[in-house]
């Protein structure tokens, strides 16, 4: 029962918000931060306890139960849960405290804490979830958290259409999701975690025919393509390529939940269910192969697009999404370990830079624009470098948290092979942009001339203790929780982890020595380019002009998106609904409507109120009817 209470303290906290918000107010974080602490305190005492041998899995409620068919809420808790567990919990406290400060006198104050309780009760029953349908129904309720969330203020037309944006392209990755879920019922006739992967073995060599029912014939491993299904939910859900464009747009929603969202909560779930399913993965090298190739392609194409972004929130956003990538790309290569390493301590250092990024912009009053930043470090002490420790992490700079979960990563990939060597380098480039374009943030924020609007310039001032005391804490977790020796811990879970060997011998040694290298250059470029040379990026704007535009628009991935889907859709919807729903649908009811019209005048005609003229129409219809009687 005391597991159990891990997810109903916030839930608890949401029903209180939902139903007595109106009348608590702006006494609402009375009700939601004790809730999730003490849940965090659970998740703590579940980690130690997991960490000392206990695991266990149970069924909490049997909802139906119907010959094969058993649908119930599970828990599994083991060391993969416990370290989702302590990473959600401590993110989410930390954000609920910071959410006091930031969201003063917001109209909607108990509102959005009751959004964060819920959201957070959400993916607490996912990880904690021992069944795949469980898994999907709390991963459904948390893109609806989302969607409330980033639309929190629904009165700006921005907010609400990145909201519906994130929950359409999620949706996208969701529907493949529902048919793997589907197709591994069909398959083994269990949801359960411990039955899917024993009956999965023994499926290993089992095939479909996916053109079948179209008469066609097309081959294909039973288990690559549930994966691969599966996967597809992932890439709408860590936001990666081709489904990666919804991330960015939902910087439109408060900053706290930016932070929530894109470092412990949504963006990780794709990551943890492929980690969760590894022994479902390792069965089929295609479905392996496919998900290191999307992380692969992500990390660089984040990194490439966050190298020319100007708002400050959406530099962190494309460098979350490179983040994932690196992630999605360890559990593709085996690395399962690593990967979730990465996970937790990206965790720590990306929610610091959000809600640093939060406090510069109240402290601007809502200034996103990095052009309209610089001299800010003297101003806001705190911020800034807690800031720049988060940078140091996001770089991978020496005996940063950052440091040990990007190098275990690129080591483990390493060791992966042929397509691991491949993407190790890639991996080792886009570390150099990661450090380059974390230190332009750095420099065009805080360092340098001020670009401030004048009439805010002079109003300056660091956050309070409640925005400045979680910054503080994530800060000194960017550095330690890279000394917590989370592989060793996840290691007994997964079947295989590249790079062990490696990672004491001469290769890994290289490899990190490439890696710090990388991020030390990009420290260093970054500092001869804003703060030696400020007029060298403008410059090399102008002379590599389209390759500029090219990265500052995105890659034209939305725009691509918008005229071979969104425009064709629309269009088509347009011309649905003109040429069937009001020609066809309302012409029809309409002339119904008019034949009775029509009917009631002919009808009203005949009603002359003289008797002689009803007498001979009654006549005529008795010989009309006899004349049918006898003839028919």
Known sequence: MTYALIPLLPFAAFLILGIFGHWIKDKAHLVAVPAVVVSWLLALMVFFDVAGGHQTSFPLYSWLTSGLLDIHIGFSIDRLTAVMLLLVTTVSSLVHIYTIGYMHRDPGYARFFSYIALFTFSMLMLVMADNLLQLFVFWEAVGLCSYLLIGHWYDRPAACSAAMKAFIVNRVGDFGFMLGLLLVWYSFGSLDYSEIFVRAHESAGEVINVLGPFGGTWDISLLTLICVLLFTGAVGKSAQVPLHVWLPDAMEGPTPISALIHAATMVTAGVFMVARLAPLYNLSPTAMTLVAITGGITMIVGASIALTQTDIKRVVAYSTISQLG?????????????????????????????????????????????????????????????????????????????????????????????????????????????????????????????????????????????????????????????????????????????????HEGGVGISIMAVATAMGLIGIAGAYYAYVLNPTLPDRFARQWQSLYRASLNKWYVDEAYDRVIVRPTFYAATELWKRVDVNVVDGAVNGVARAIAWGGWLLRLMQSGQAQHYALGMALGVVVLVTMFLFL
């Open 326 to 502: 690196y992630m999605v790309m360890a559990c593709g290569l085996g690395a399962y370990a690593s990967g979730m390493y990465h996970l937790l301590t990206h965790g720590a250092f990306k929610a610091l830079l959000f809600l640093g990024c939060g406090s510069v912009i109240i402290a601007l009053h809502h200034e996103q624009d990095m052009r309209r930043m610089g001299g800010l470090k003297d101003k806001l002490p705190v911020t800034y470098w807690t800031f720049v420790v988060g940078s140091l992490a996001l770089a991978g700079f020496p005996l940063t948290s950052g440091f040990f979960s990007k190098d275990d990563l690129l080591i483990s990939a390493w060791s992966a092979g042929s397509l691991g060597q491949f993407l190790t380098i890639l991996g080792l480039i886009t570390a150099l942009m990661t450090a380059f374009y974390s230190f332009r943030l750095v420099f065009v924020t805080f360092w340098g001339p001020s670009h401030v609007d004048p009439h805010h310039a002079g109003h300056i001032h660091e956050s309070p203790k409640t925005m400045t005391l979680p910054l503080i804490i994530l800060a000194m977790l960017s550095i330690v929780t890279g000394y917590l020796g989370i592989p060793e811990f996840l290691g007994p879970m997964f079947e295989t982890h590249p790079g062990g060997a490696a």
